[in-house]
């Protein structure tokens, strides 16, 4: 009887960590509420080929989601989604969640970290401008990008 159950144990362990996994959003994203947004994901061989995507807010009592697409088709890797008429609603703690259908959105194959939907200020905008010429100076829209000095030419 325990070499039964621990073989059970073992084949349940198996198959839940070898499964989608969302890789974008990645945690601490921040969506911008007016924009499309792509989705990415890995899959191995034994995953269902397709899927449905909802946008789950899990700061909201009670916990609401939201069905993005249904009938996804699992190998293409990532997808864009665009925000529904009113733009994405705007808060934190919100999560990508991957299910069977869009008939079982309670079967949940895979979620995302958390992520924020809200509107950038500009001063968080120029911060991660300067950040990223920091780190990726170069050539940008033909102009190149001298860093850390922030020439352009």
Request: proline share 6%.
């Amino acid at each position: 009887m325990f070499r039964l159950s621990a073989a059970v144990a073992l084949l349940a362990l198996a198959a839940s960590s070898a499964a989608y996994s969302i890789s974008r959003p990645e945690d601490g994203a921040i969506w911008d509420p007016s924009q499309p947004q792509i989705i990415a994901w890995s899959k191995v061989n034994t995953d269902p080929q397709t899927f449905a995507i909802t946008l789950v807010h899990q700061a909201s009592q009670p916990n609401t989601r939201q069905l993005l697409e249904d009938s996804v088709d699992g190998g293409q890797g990532s997808i864009t989604v665009n925000p529904p008429s009113g733009g994405w609603p705007s808060g934190t703690a919100y999560q990508i969640n991957f299910v069977q259908d869009s008939n079982h959105l309670d079967s949940i194959l895979a979620q995302s970290q958390q992520f924020d939907i809200k509107r950038l200020q500009l001063l968080e905008l120029s911060h991660r401008w300067r950040v990223w010429l920091r780190r990726h100076g170069s050539v940008c829209l033909g102009r190149t990008i001298h860093s850390p000095s922030f020439t352009l030419q």
